[in-house]
């Protein structure tokens, strides 16, 4: 049997806090942030009346967010940040700023 289950990432604790910018939209072309949640949909077979068991889900889901929870998130494409990755290697800035290293920011294919 074909069911969908959706985990809300607020009420699943899937969640991250990150700085951006949107440049050229006033206050929000300034380095500030927020709290983000992912929230899935999970479709599929079930197999023994059970779909997956979401505990090793949630765990990778979990990793994946380590990767840009505190982190700037820099676009690739905007002329305000420059972001290089090469690899794990992220480099990165935003306006003429000082660069940082992985520990501070993540590119984003933006």
């Known amino acids: 049997m074909s069911v969908s289950i959706e985990v809300n990432g607020w009420e699943a604790n899937l969640r991250f806090s990150a700085a951006h910018f949107i440049p050229g939209l006033g206050k929000c072309s300034r380095l500030h942030g927020h709290d983000y949640a992912v929230s899935l949909r999970i479709e599929g077979e ?64 933006l």
């Open 46 to 109: 079930t197999r023994e009346s059970i779909l997956m068991d979401f505990i090793p889900l949630k765990a990778a889901v979990r990793e994946a967010l380590e990767e840009v929870d505190h982190r700037i998130l820099i676009p690739t494409r905007c002329p305000q940040g420059r972001c290089q990755e090469r690899g794990h290697e992220h480099k990165g800035a935003v306006g003429g700023g000082e660069e940082h290293d992985r520990a501070f920011i993540r590119c984003c294919p």
